[in-house]
């Protein structure tokens, strides 16, 4: 029998996930949607898939602050794991390095690997396989040394993995800065990271990368999150996959509006796309209560001014595909598209459309043109300025960076073309 772990990491119990519709939370619960409701998801995986052991990289905790929310929530799913004979074992990460350690004393059967940032091992077995597991916790919330280079890992029993909470190729971070060589070098037979929220795509048979977060917890982690299954059968590492359970999933939507024949058919279009994405979502195993959709309309149409306007008389915070088993709404909204004439022949005007087209054009030219790179200096200089205006005190200060301003410059651009086409080609 296959020794059987499930491996998760970014828990953040305690956080309530943002950016939700009053329509969605009257009818489930933030406690539901967010880190509470994923971590209920995972012991009841565990339980099913009989594993042996369950596996947590850090941020297990959102912070300090919510230790007695937590305790609630981790005591819970810790004892029905726990009963059932499964291990827990966990590192902290830089969010809960004061409270996971109290958490752990408390909580019987909560193993805290590597307490005080000493690497520490442990070996779980079953069915005659075993595997070493190697942690370290954060002794504090901010760490600069690399936890990793210097440190003699003495094999232990069966494949021995690496526990860990850390900024991966981030030189000077005060998260635990590890270089990717510095991981190899250990000579463990994989690391299974926590501290970013993108899962990275892990492979056997030296699985080396970050787990991503439980659930995600704003609109900006979208795609599938859950816990990993990890085998160890015949003393290799086997059946490596990626589990998505998260409760609430967010997503990236692009809809199309090529050819469009009247404004309403982007209504038909976009419910297309949210049904294909509704059959693909009833697959899963364990489907999400509820998608966040970041929606935007590309491609090229006449009708882009007047798609905006239709939207946004929309309810959108509940959007029915005529199943209620997946609740769906919209978080955020962008109509991305140009006019049916291609860019290239406006550009050899002469007029003001001629030379906005041309502007538009060299957004997409190479990074390295000199012409490209003064046209988003003097953007972003407009930009810092706005920023600093005293007016916007008590608002976010900071002046965009150079992806950000060339987004804001392609938005702007696009619907200030779309004004000039209509006011000259108007009645």
Known sequence: MALKLLAAADLHLGRRPSRLPASLTDRITARELGPAGAWERLVDLALEEEVHAVLLAGDVVEGEHDFFEAYGELRKGVVRLVESGVRVLAVAGNHDTN??????????????????????AATLSAGGEEATIWGWSFPRPSVREDPVTGHSFRRGPGPNLGLLHCDRDQAGSPYGPVASRALEAAELDGWLLGHIHGPDPLSTPRPTGYLGSLTGLDPGEAGPRGPWMLKVDGAALTGLEHRPIAPLRWIVLDVGLDGLGE????????????????????????????????????????????????????????????????????EALRVDTLPEVELEELARQGDPVGLLARRLLLLEASPKDPERQALISRARLRLERVARDPHRQGLER???????????LRRAGKQALDLLLAQRDGP
Request: aromatic residues 10%; glycine residues 10%.
């Open 99 to 120: 409270v996971l350690p109290y958490l752990s004393d408390e909580l019987t059967g909560f193993q805290l690997l590597g307490r005080g940032g000493r690497w520490e």
């Open 398 to 408: 900071d002046g965009p960076d150079g992806d950000e301003t060339v987004e804001w």
């Open 263 to 330: 404004p309403e058919e982007a209504r038909s279009r976009f419910l297309e796309r949210l049904r294909a994405l509704h059959e693909g979502l009833r697959e899963e195993a364990r489907p999400p209560l509820a998608v966040g959709i970041r929606l935007t309309f590309v491609g090229r149409t006449r009708f882009r001014q007047e798609v905006e306007k239709l939207f946004q008389r929309e309810e959108l915070g509940d959007v029915s595909v005529g199943d209620v088993s997946v609740h769906y709404f919209v």
